[in-house]
């Protein structure tokens, strides 16, 4: 499986984009370059490697579901969970950039996602929005929720 392909996935949060390409990513969803794209990591391990967390915070990162943290370096990370239906997919990547498949600020339309997408990746449940991940903002000393 190629990283530098468009994805289009379940997640664990809601229908999305993959790829290792987060260029690729903004310019399919017509959003500014300069806005930065989560990444989706299959495990602590991988997340120790891109990013420090805040001894102050670990306890509480490593223990929270469906949240995305901003961490001080200014790059974004959500830790999918072993028991998540997507975590059989970013495993064998270990590290994804990961967006909703929508146009920037609108809802999700199959058509838009099926066009932009260069593999269409479908379980037994096909594809369904839930609410979106969490957003909190971690700095060395402060932590605060964006959404």
Known sequence: MDSKL?????TDT???FSSSDDEKLSKLKERPPTQKILQTVDSFKT???NTRVPKKYRKRIRNSKRTTYIYPNKMSFRVISTDSDFYDFIH???ILFSTSAN???KMYQKEFA???SEVIVEDKNNFFETTA???IKVSKNTIFRIR
């Open 103 to 105: 146009r920037t600020g």
């Open 47 to 49: 997340l120790k490697q």
């Open 14 to 16: 809601t229908v999305g």
């Open 6 to 10: 468009v994805y289009l996935v379940q």
């Open 92 to 94: 064998k990547f270990n």
């Open 133 to 135: 991940s969490k957003i």
């Open 114 to 116: 099926n066009e932009r």
